[in-house]
């Protein structure tokens, strides 16, 4: 008979992987490409023989397992995969597969499960990397246990994958930026209520705060994105001079970028040969190996940048204003904390898709954060208001 601490973990693992089915399925149905979506149906299938594993593993030990529900995190991300499409919130799928590929490492009883989920790992790293053929083929092979989960993949590959997480999860970066428009201006707001001024100067302060906030973070990150294009014309340009004049040192020094890989350097120094005997290609892949640069992308466009830093600061700064504009006193002041608090628990909620905490715990230290620093500006509004007065 299974322990209580092992029906808990029996449990949290079914709950997990019906979770991983669901989000599989729905990714199947709403793909278009017809190779992306058999690999979606084929972990969809996986993640249901694991579940049927602790399923199976429950029943042994006379429990009885009612219908699953499945989390606010997995319905979340459904809506996402429905509203914006699967490429958008596949850096996150993944970054969280990845994340997860060792949680059976440790469990006696799931040597195969654990092998399992180094390859579905894998397999969503091929597909961000748009490697299907690699993913399917990952999909009808096994692992052993402990494998790294890109360690067949050349290493350009693997870079690659790594890139296009860390700079290409828009999600991310739409989340805080909301959160930044949220906090400050919560803050703002407590600040001036404390001190004690009317709502109408409330108003006119949190429409400021709104303007002021969106304004810097639209014109910061059109300088950054502007800055970093510049930079990266120049350091191709560099490049490309370097080329031109040393074509025998770029050789070697590309030879030496895939020998640090963890090619082999005969290898290495062919492939690298190889490269050489097309100027425009020799660029294009110094660029991306030595400088780190996507030559067709250069960082972005600034003035979407701009735009979407603004419309998002915006979109989070307007929740804690609204109450002032129906209410007055401590009725606004009441529905601005309470409004704040739930914008709050929604960033923490979206927050839970990559950061591999549960939705609940992350909606609350999000909220509990959000009100100590909005209590802090309270306070201090209030004792300048008194001092000044």
Same mark, same amino acid.
């Given at each position: 008979?299974?322990?209580?601490?092992?029906?808990?973990?029996?449990?949290?693992?079914?709950?997990?992987?019906?979770?991983?089915?669901?989000?599989?399925?729905?990714?199947?149905?709403?793909?278009?490409?017809?190779?992306?979506?058999?690999?979606?149906?084929?972990?969809?299938?996986?993640?249901?023989?694991?579940?049927?594993?602790?399923?199976?593993?429950?029943?042994?030990?006379?429990?009885?397992?009612?219908?699953?529900?499945?989390?606010?995190?997995?319905?979340?991300?459904?809506?996402?995969?429905?509203?914006?499409?699967?490429?958008?919130?596949?850096?996150?799928?993944?970054?969280?597969?990845?994340?997860?590929?060792?949680?059976?490492?440790?469990?006696?009883?799931?040597?195969?499960?654990?092998?399992?989920?180094?390859?579905?790992?894998?397999?969503? %790293?091929?597909?961000?990397?748009?490697?299907?053929?690699?993913?399917?083929?990952?999909? /009808?092979?096994?692992?052993?246990?402990?494998?790294?989960?890109?360690?067949?993949?050349?290493?350009?590959?693997?870079?690659?994958?790594?890139?296009?997480?860390?700079?290409?999860?828009?999600?991310?970066?739409?989340?805080?930026?909301?959160?930044?428009?949220?906090?400050?201006? &919560?803050?703002?707001?407590?600040?001036?209520?404390?001190?004690?001024?009317?709502?109408?100067?409330?108003?006119?302060?949190?429409?400021?705060?709104?303007?002021?906030?969106?304004?810097?973070?639209?014109? *910061?990150?059109?300088? /950054?994105?502007?800055?970093?294009?510049?930079?990266?014309?120049?350091?191709?340009?560099? %490049?490309?001079?370097?080329?031109?004049?040393?074509?025998?040192?770029?050789?070697?020094?590309?030879?030496?970028?895939?020998?640090?890989?963890?090619?082999?350097?005969?290898?290495?120094?062919?492939?690298?040969?190889?490269?050489?005997?097309?100027?425009?290609?020799?660029?294009?892949?110094?660029?991306?190996?030595?400088?780190?640069?996507?030559?067709?992308?250069?960082?972005?466009?600034?003035?979407?940048?701009?735009?979407?830093?603004?419309?998002?600061?915006?979109?989070?700064?307007?929740?804690?204003?609204?109450?002032?504009?129906?209410?007055?006193?401590?009725?606004?002041?009441?529905?601005?904390?309470?409004?704040?608090?739930?914008?709050?628990?929604?960033?923490?909620?979206?927050?839970?898709?990559?950061? *591999?905490?549960?939705?609940? &715990?992350?909606?609350?230290?999000?909220?509990?954060?959000?009100?100590?620093?909005?209590? &802090?500006?309270?306070?201090?509004?209030?004792?300048?208001?008194?001092?000044?007065?």
């Amino acid at each position: 008979m299974a322990t209580r601490h092992e029906l808990k973990r029996f449990r949290t693992n079914l709950a997990d992987e019906l979770d991983s089915a669901a989000l599989y399925d729905t990714l199947a149905r709403v793909e278009k490409d017809p190779a992306r979506r058999t690999v979606f149906m084929q972990l969809a299938n996986s993640e249901r023989e694991h579940a049927n594993i602790w399923l199976e593993k429950l029943c042994a030990s006379g429990v009885h397992v009612r219908a699953h529900h499945l989390s606010a995190k997995t319905h979340l991300m459904r809506g996402l995969i429905h509203t914006l499409g699967p490429s958008f919130v596949l850096p996150a799928l993944a970054a969280a597969e990845t994340a997860d590929r060792d949680k059976y490492a440790h469990q006696p009883d799931a040597a195969q499960l654990s092998a399992d989920e180094q390859r579905h790992a894998a397999v969503m %790293e091929a597909v961000v990397a748009q490697d299907i053929q690699r993913a399917t083929t990952l999909m /009808s092979t096994r692992v052993r246990r402990h494998r790294a989960p890109a360690a067949s993949t050349p290493a350009v590959q693997a870079e690659a994958w790594h890139k296009g997480v860390a700079s290409g999860n828009d999600l991310r970066a739409a989340v805080l930026g909301a959160n930044d428009g949220l906090v400050s201006n &919560f803050c703002l707001i407590m600040g001036v209520a404390g001190a004690g001024t009317s709502t109408h100067a409330i108003t006119l302060t949190g429409l400021a705060g709104l303007i002021a906030g969106a304004c810097s973070m639209a014109l *910061g990150e059109w300088l /950054s994105v502007t800055n970093a294009r510049e930079l990266a014309r120049t350091q191709i340009a560099k %490049e490309a001079d370097e080329l031109e004049h040393a074509p025998d040192a770029e050789r070697r020094e590309l030879a030496l970028i895939y020998e640090a890989k963890g090619i082999d350097p005969a290898e290495a120094k062919r492939v690298a040969a190889q490269i050489m005997r097309d100027k425009q290609k020799a660029l294009d892949t110094l660029t991306r190996e030595e400088l780190g640069i996507d030559p067709a992308e250069l960082g972005g466009n600034p003035w979407s940048a701009a735009g979407v830093s603004f419309c998002l600061f915006s979109l989070g700064a307007i929740f804690p204003v609204l109450p002032f504009l129906w209410t007055h006193g401590s009725a606004a002041i009441a529905q601005c904390i309470a409004l704040s608090a739930l914008g709050l628990a929604a960033v923490g909620l979206f927050t839970s898709l990559f950061n *591999g905490r549960s939705a609940a &715990f992350s909606a609350f230290r999000q909220i509990v954060i959000g009100l100590i620093a909005a209590a &802090f500006t309270f306070g201090v509004g209030r004792l300048l208001g008194v001092s000044i007065s």
